[in-house]
Structure formats: C-alpha cells, structure tokens
C-alpha cells in the first residue's frame, strides 16, 4: 500500500508542474494584450472643431500624456517588469483581453495628469474604475522605485554646470539651486485627528518642497508633512537641511570676490525662509535701499524657478492641483513624489512641456506668504556679500 | 414565517384564519400600496402570499387604532429621535424615524475644517466644480508675520502630554530611505518629530544574492551594510547613512578627502546612488478614493477644483 501512495503524490505533483508551466506560459502570448489601445483612444477621444484638442496626433498625444511617445516608451521599459499582466492576476479590460503594459501606464498617466475622476479616465479607455484605481497605484508603486535616479542631488561635475548656468543667467555666483514650497490640497474627515492636516488658510493640506536647479529640475524634494507646519519647521524636519547643517551638502568650494569676500554654495528662497548660510533669501521690502534693490529683482529671478517649477508641475500633472478627497494620507507622499519624478523624466528626455500646460497663475494661489524672521549672522554676511559681487559686476559690465 | 406558497384549495380559509388571529377584518376591498404607504411600520405583506392576484390587504391604522400603550411608545420613540438627531447628522426629520424609514447614517454634506468652534459645513455640490484652477488673482504678497516656530530639540524625550499626535508618511529624498513613517506631535506652534518604531521600507525587499543586513532593531542606531555598486564607485559618489538617516553625500569626500566626521565614520553602509531598484511586489492594493466636488472650505470654495486620489 505505501508505493500507491507514493505514486498517487508523484501525479499530484506532475500536476502542480504542469499548472505551473501552463500559468508561466500565458503572459507570452503577446496577441491577447491589449496592444492597439492608441488607435481606439485616439478614435474614441478624436478632436473636434469645437473641442482644444490639437489635430496632430503626435501633439493629441502629448496633450493627453504630457509625454512624447518616445519618452513614453522610456517609462514603459521601466516599469514594463512590474506591470506586465500575469494571469490570472493580470488586469483585463471590458473585452476580457489583458491590458498592456503601455495601456496601463497611458491610463494612470492620463489620470494623474489631467486630475479627473476614476469613472471619467475609465471610459475614455473602456475600462472600469477600479481598473483605473489599481492600474494607477500599480504604477506609481513602480515608478517610485524604478525612477529614483531621476531624482538626486547633483554630483561635483554636474553642479558646475548648474552654477554656471545660475551665473549665466541671473549673475548669481556659486548658487546652486532655488528652493520653493506648495501645498496640495485635500479634504478630510471632520475628526480631531484631522486637525494637525489643517493650514493657516484653513484648508487640509499636505507640503511638497522642492529644490529646483536652472532648468527647473527637481534636485530634491521632501513631501508628507501636513501643510499647516511653518515653512522653517518643513525645512528643518527636512533631510536637506540636515544634511547642510552638518557640513555635508553644499559645502564646495567658495568664491573669492574681489575685495576678498568669500561666497560659499549656497541656494536661494523666499522671505517665507530663513536666512542661513547656505540659503539665501530677500531684503524685507522695507529694508530694501538701492543697492539692494537689484540684489532683489536678481534674486527674485532666480528663485522664481522654483516656483515656476511647481506651477509647472501642478500644471502637468492636475490631480495635484485639485483638492482630492479623503486621499490615503500613506499613498499620497507617492502620488506626489511620482509626478515630481515624471516631471524630471520629461526634462532629461529633452520633452518640452505644451505652453497652455503650466498654471498661468501661482502654484499656491490663496496662500499669503509668510514672512520669516530668523536670520544667521553667517547668512546675512553671506548675502552682503553677494550684494557686493553684484555691485562690481554691473559696475565691470558698464562700458568704460 | 408566513406560508409563502399558499395551496388553491385552502387559500382562502387559511387567509381568513390568519387575518382574525391578527385582527384583521376579512373584506378584500384594499389595495396594497395603499397599504404600504400608509403603513410603513408594519411589515409589508408579500404579495406572493395571497392566492388570489390582488392580494387583499389592510390598512392597518384602519382596522387596528391605536392603543394608548402603542402612543405612549410613539411619543416615547418621538423623543428619543429628536435627540438622536441632535446628536448625529441622520440627515432626516424625526417624524420619517418615527414611521421607520430607514436611511444613510453617513452625512449627506460631510463637516469639514473643525479648527475653531465655528464648524463650516461643506457648500452644497452646486457650488463644486471640476475646473481647473483658475487664479483669479495672484498671490498673496502681503507678508504677515510668521507664527512662531518654537524651538525646540525635536529628539528630546520631554513630555508629551497635551500634544496632538499624528502618523505621517514623509518621502525625502536627501535620507537613505526616501520613504519612512515618523510621529509628528503638536502643540499649538510646537511641533516635535520622532522615529515610528518599525521604519517602513516601502518596495525594497530582500533579493537572493544582494545580501542586505536588516535593521538592528531596539531602537538603536541603524547601522547597514550594502555591496558598494561599481556604478557608485565610478561616479566617485560616496554615499552614507547618517545615525538619523539622512543620506550622506559628501562633496568633499568626493574630492578625496577622508576628514569625515565621526559619525559618517562610524557608518558602515555604502548606498549605491541610483543603481539600486529592488523588485517590486506584484501585490497590490486598489486605492480608489472617491473624487467629489466638495470644495475644501467656503472661503476657496469657487478657486480649488477637486480630485480624487489615484
């Protein structure tokens, strides 16, 4: 009677095998996927004359994706190994086919750039909202972890480039990127615990900052604090700051002015900041004399990246610029951090942004600034200085 | 239970039978939705029971007044929902609880923004919209004076009662791990920050030949240990965890020198920048959060278009 056994738990296990070689097999067979979506959405979503859909098809997709479709075949390969529909997990469509990989990535870029509900971006695809709902944090689970070299602080060589290119272009010397703050809004329950989520414009709100270099790429960002925290304490809980404040970021090598004067790296930011060594910020408005009125207006140019960034990145991606409601407060950091790298992807891929993208108006609109009033002794000197340097230069760039 | 399938023969006896055990009167003149509408309290008869198409039912307030006991319980009843709906937002008059209508206990128009004791209520959804964010002026430039960020020794192990207390998930791109769960306490405009017990470490899961120490639990500090990727080696980009996990990239240890502080010393972990994309779970977990155009409160309430999560 024992072999019996044996042999019936051979066959039991031949079957398994053969389960498992049928179940490997199935993603291979590429005809079942869903590979034509493109023509079908196009079809389905095709500009009309009344409608602001451009006419090209390269530029509707653009429209609808913020991406080039050779920038969206790059994110594709990326998150192509995440996302490939495995049955009988693999995500179907109404039509009972496997949905692509470039399918699933064109519905959740297409949902977080233009900010509309689940029901509405599933239909423009055929398929449901929870489809819509998982597909999407599929891809951002896998976006945040396949793209994070997108995102990191610049080595030596780059950030020269980025110095010069500050200096290029504002004459700000040895500066080293712009550092800006928003808030993304969102509802909550009206429960005690949602109280610390609530800002000084009594909205729910969640931070976003960002480091920005010259082209407007994020060089760093910190996000999932609640939007209600003063600025200086978002910088301060930051891993940036603690990172300057211990000598380990910014810390290459200063400039020597003319009369002597050293500048150190340094980046610049509002009157919302403090003034640090390492971060510059504006004379207050009353403060502000002649010869520092231009230190202002260059500053302010420069920092202006920073904020431009964001009003591009809320832009380009809208569901950051909509108040979203009751979001999971642990998932919202990702959606965050996701469309921050997407946005860097679309620069490093040489992509330029469609012009009507970019919110006409500020990233914070109905937040006031506040003013900060910390001030280093070091950061003061600092920018002194900085006045000086700008003060030969307009006088060396006057003809003689 | 009723007899749902009543036979032809008895029907009408068995019917009879019932309704005088009930008080009922034995006519077939009334309708059945009268019926039900009239007599919501009651439990509605199936029609299926009746043997006859128009099954004969009765009104029940009717046939059946009310005794003084069952008005003492109305008014009883009464009370008890007046209070009820003081308390709850049960979005109903007293009286539909009274006849037994059963409805949502959610709100209807959720509350929203309880900071002070003036409670805002959410705008009804005619004043929502799913535009797009259309500033209708630019920013608020006048600076107004900062609350006073307290300072305060955020590790420090005071006391911590009266502090409002809340899980956040911070992404930060300067620390080693970007994502990680902390403690936020507030006090008015005291915030402290500590370490959640059991950092999260979101997608990054232990492959076979990557050998990755786990975390030294107990609250000590981390310390790590990682295979230096020949790519950072190349880049000359020495990278280090910090005992608070700030991610440690030093410029100048990039030009060669070897003057770091004690602590990026004593750390023995190498982080290879940008090199290191760890598997991601194939599960996953849906994230469906509903999109209402409820504006956040009354003051933004034509400038915010709303979106849902995901």
Known sequence: MPPLKKIKKSKRDSKKLKKRRSVSVAPTDCKASDSDWWDSFWLKNSPTIESPLPFDEAEGFKYFFRVSKKTFDYICSLVREDLISRPPSGLINIEGRLLSVEKQVAIALRRLASGESQVSVGASFGVGQSTVSQVTWRFIEALEERAKHHLNWPDPIRMEEIKSKFKASFGLPNCCGAIDATHIVMTLPAVETSDDWCDQEKNYSMFLQGIVDSEMRFLDIVTGWPGGMPISRLLKFSGFYKLCDSGHRLNGNAITNSDGAEIREYIVGGVNYPLLPWLITPYERGDVLNEVSDFNRTHEAARSLAANALSQLKGSWRILNKVMWRPDKQKLPSIILVCCLLHNIIIDNGDYLRPDVALSGHHDSGYSEQCCKQVDPLGRITRENLVKNLQLSNQNALPS | MLCSIPTGKSG??????????????????????????????????????????????????????????????????????????????????????????????????????????????????????????????????????????????????????????????????????????????????????????????????????????????????????????????EGESHTMMASDNVLVQSDKMNKGQTDAPDFVRQVDLLWPLGVWFPRKSKKCGSSAILVKSVPTNKKNATNIPRAGAV
């Open chain 2, 12 to 233: 009408s006896k068995w019917l009879d039978r019932l309704r005088s055990s009930k008080g009922f009167p034995d006519h077939n003149d009334l309708d059945l939705e009268q019926f039900l509408s009239n007599s919501s309290d009651s439990k509605p008869s199936d029609p299926n029971i009746g043997p006859e198409p128009k099954q004969p039912v009765v009104y029940r307030n009717q046939t059946t007044p009310e005794t003084p006991r069952e008005n003492g319980e109305r008014e009883w009843l009464g009370i008890m929902s007046n209070v009820l709906s003081e308390l709850f937002n049960m979005g109903e008059k007293p009286d539909d609880l009274i006849r037994g209508k059963k409805s949502s206990r959610k709100q209807s128009n959720p509350r929203i923004c309880v900071v002070s004791t003036n409670v805002e209520t959410m705008p009804s959804s005619g004043e929502n919209s799913f535009a797009d964010l259309r500033p209708t002026s630019e920013r608020l430039r006048v600076t107004r004076e900062e609350n006073v960020d307290v300072e305060e020794d955020e590790n420090c192990c005071g006391d911590m009662s009266g502090f409002s207390r809340t899980e956040v998930t911070v992404i930060d791109s300067s620390c080693l791990e970007w994502k990680c769960e902390k403690l936020l306490f507030r006090r008015k405009n005291v915030w402290r920050v500590r370490e959640k017990k059991g950092r999260i470490r979101v997608g990054v899961k232990k492959r076979k030949g990557r050998p990755l120490e786990e975390e030294s639990g107990g609250g000590e500090k981390k310390q790590k240990r990682v295979n230096l990727s020949k790519d950072a080696v």
